[in-house]
């Protein structure tokens, strides 16, 4: 077999792999990068031909693995998409948005390419999705099998085996073995693998020590608390999908245990409305906690003004807002809302997530309290006089849980990806002196490896 990576730099960009089999030619995730426009946020698709591709297969639907789906789809005209139920929901969902994201930008921005693809073509596309459940192998071709497995990293996502010529590849997407408040941690096999694509985000960041997920929540509580006592609100900048409907979960919880006011005022805006429905609608046919469980009936969530549907959240005391996107990116609800909130001091602002460092929330996190910071360019500066706090409830696994597994597993080749190239580095070094006899790559972009 061979692996080849077809992102252009070694990062968390537009991830896409290809893996060449004895008879059958699979792409692996095909993403869009967050930080560039136009052509240059996608993977180096060139490197394949038109029609060369037999399958294309996706982990989950975060757009750094499924911006670009429709573009491959559309070029390699014959190649099914394999996916779990779960993220083709969310997938439709996140690139119909993502349609209109690019539609703006080519007015606000004029890039022209924009957008790369449209609504209509994007449901005549997904005809071709063929979704799998976890742990039940399919045939791709004579000699070429496929398999999910959950990663539990967001709902639906999935790490895939891929078994031809008598070895076994296993690609992780992005991983979770912790159970989260809402997705249960991934189930991963162990045995008899040949080679590992892996993850590598957290590599470059140890977790702080002493941490758990439940006194994170206390935590989180505790801070909520704080705010509504003196007279605030809180606001939580979240994505629309995974991190909105785990914090909506905690403040479930914090209601039903007693510990938040039962009474207390929930927000929420946007695309998360439309995710959460999802979430609901998949409640019992997925693998998560409280199958029972759905958030928009059994919690009392507002999701602004009933009247005039997207009309903005207007502010009040006392309450919690969650509102997207989480780096509070221009343009957002997350980031109009908070051009007035964050000058008042009784209020404060809750990071649950993780902030790109050129985003207004990486900036807002840099900024120190009483200094001015301008949140969009359209915008004057406003003053940060609100306290500012980071909690801790990643997606991903720590770098010592995804070293724990690779120890165990054992493959003879390991492939490090989806990590800038310090955390991969990371990983590198822990295994040359832990598991000296394995190959242990970081690969090059379009180069071709042998497994
Ligand atoms: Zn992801
Ligand atoms: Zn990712």
Same mark, same amino acid.
């Given at each position: 077999?061979?692996?080849?990576?077809?992102?252009?730099?070694?990062?968390?960009?537009?991830?896409?792999?290809?893996?060449?089999?004895?008879?059958?030619?699979?792409?692996?995730?095909?993403?869009?990068?967050?930080?560039?426009?136009?052509?240059?946020?996608?993977?180096?698709?060139?490197?394949?031909?038109?029609?060369?591709?037999?399958?294309?297969?996706?982990?989950?639907?975060?757009?750094?693995?499924?911006?670009?789906?429709?573009?491959?789809?559309?070029?390699?005209? !014959?190649?099914?998409?394999?996916?779990?139920?779960?993220?083709?929901?969310?997938?439709?969902?996140?690139?119909?948005?993502?349609?209109?994201?690019?539609?703006?930008?080519?007015?606000?921005?004029?890039?022209?390419?924009?957008?790369?693809?449209?609504?209509?073509?994007?449901?005549?596309?997904?005809?071709?999705?063929?979704?799998?459940?976890?742990?039940?192998?399919?045939?791709?071709?004579?000699?070429?099998?496929?398999?999910?497995?959950?990663?539990?990293?967001?709902?639906?996502?999935?790490?895939?085996?891929?078994?031809?010529?008598?070895?076994?590849?296993?690609?992780?997407? !992005?991983?979770?073995?912790?159970?989260?408040?809402?997705?249960?941690?991934?189930?991963?096999?162990?045995?008899?693998? !040949?080679?590992?694509?892996?993850?590598?985000?957290?590599?470059?960041?140890?977790?702080?020590?002493?941490?758990?997920?439940?006194?994170?929540?206390?935590?989180?509580?505790?801070?909520?608390?704080?705010?509504?006592?003196?007279?605030?609100?809180?606001?939580?900048?979240?994505?629309?999908?995974?991190?909105?409907?785990?914090?909506?979960?905690?403040?479930?919880?914090?209601?039903?245990?007693?510990?938040?006011?039962?009474?207390?005022?929930?927000?929420?805006?946007?695309?998360?409305?439309?995710?959460?429905?999802?979430?609901?609608?998949?409640?019992?046919?997925?693998?998560?906690?409280?199958?029972?469980?759905?958030?928009?009936?059994?919690?009392?969530?507002?999701?602004?003004?009933?009247?005039?549907?997207?009309?903005?959240?207007?502010?009040?005391?006392?309450?919690?807002?969650?509102?997207?996107?989480?780096?509070?990116?221009?343009?957002?609800?997350?980031?109009?809302?908070?051009?007035?909130?964050?000058?008042?001091?009784?209020?404060?602002?809750?990071?649950?997530?993780?902030?790109?460092?050129?985003?207004?929330?990486g900036a807002i996190r840099e900024t120190r309290h009483g200094d001015i910071i301008r949140l969009s360019?359209?915008? !004057?500066?406003?003053?940060?006089?609100?306290?500012?706090?980071?909690?801790?409830?990643?997606?991903?696994?720590?770098?010592?849980?995804?070293?724990?597994?690779?120890?165990?597993?054992?493959?003879?080749?390991?492939?490090?990806?989806?990590?800038?190239?310090?955390?991969?580095?990371?990983?590198?070094?822990?295994?040359?002196?832990?598991?000296?006899?394995?190959?242990?790559?970081?690969?090059?972009?379009?180069?071709?490896?042998?497994?």
């Open positions: 077999m061979q692996f080849q990576n077809l992102a252009r730099k070694n990062e968390i960009g537009a991830n896409c792999y290809h893996l060449e089999t004895s008879d059958c030619s699979i792409v692996l995730d095909s993403g869009m990068h967050p930080k560039h426009e136009g052509p240059d946020a996608l993977p180096a698709h060139h490197e394949l031909p038109p029609h060369s591709v037999d399958a294309i297969v996706l982990s989950h639907a975060h757009l750094d693995h499924t911006g670009t789906i429709p573009v491959i789809m559309r070029d390699q005209e !014959d190649a099914p998409l394999y996916l779990t139920e779960a993220t083709s929901h969310l997938a439709k969902a996140l690139l119909h948005n993502s349609v209109n994201v690019m539609q703006h930008k080519r007015l606000e921005l004029g890039i022209t390419e924009y957008p790369l693809y449209g609504h209509r073509e994007l449901d005549r596309l997904a005809k071709r999705w063929e979704p799998k459940p976890y742990e039940k192998p399919w045939k791709i071709n004579r000699d070429t099998q496929l398999s999910f497995y959950d990663a539990g990293h967001i709902l639906g996502s999935a790490g895939v085996m891929i078994e031809s010529e008598g070895k076994r590849v296993f690609y992780t997407g !992005d991983i979770q073995f912790e159970d989260q408040t809402l997705i249960t941690g991934a189930r991963f096999p162990e045995e008899n693998i !040949d080679a590992l694509i892996i993850e590598t985000t957290r590599g470059a960041a140890p977790r702080a020590p002493g941490y758990d997920r439940q006194s994170e929540e206390d935590k989180l509580l505790q801070a909520i608390l704080d705010t509504i006592e003196r007279g605030g609100s809180a606001l939580i900048p979240v994505f629309a999908m995974g991190k909105t409907q785990e914090v909506l979960t905690m403040i479930h919880k914090f209601k039903s245990d007693g510990r938040l006011p039962e009474k207390t005022p929930v927000y929420m805006g946007g695309l998360s409305t439309k995710m959460t429905h999802i979430f609901d609608d998949l409640s019992d046919s997925t693998s998560r906690k409280l199958p029972d469980f759905k958030i928009l009936e059994d919690m009392d969530i507002n999701t602004g003004s009933k009247k005039h549907k997207g009309a903005p959240i207007t502010y009040r005391p006392g309450a919690i807002f969650c509102l997207s996107s989480g780096m509070m990116s221009e343009n957002t609800t997350s980031n109009i809302f908070a051009q007035t909130f964050v000058s008042n001091p009784k209020n404060s602002l809750l990071f649950v997530g993780y902030c790109d460092p050129d985003s207004p929330g360019k359209d915008k !004057d500066p406003v003053v940060l006089n609100c306290p500012v706090e980071i909690f801790d409830f990643s997606g991903h696994a720590t770098r010592d849980a995804i070293l724990d597994y690779i120890l165990r597993v054992q493959a003879k080749q390991v492939f490090l990806v989806h990590g800038d190239l310090p955390a991969s580095e990371w990983f590198q070094q822990q295994l040359a002196e832990r598991l000296p006899n394995c190959d242990c790559i970081i690969p090059l972009p379009s180069k071709k490896y042998s497994i």
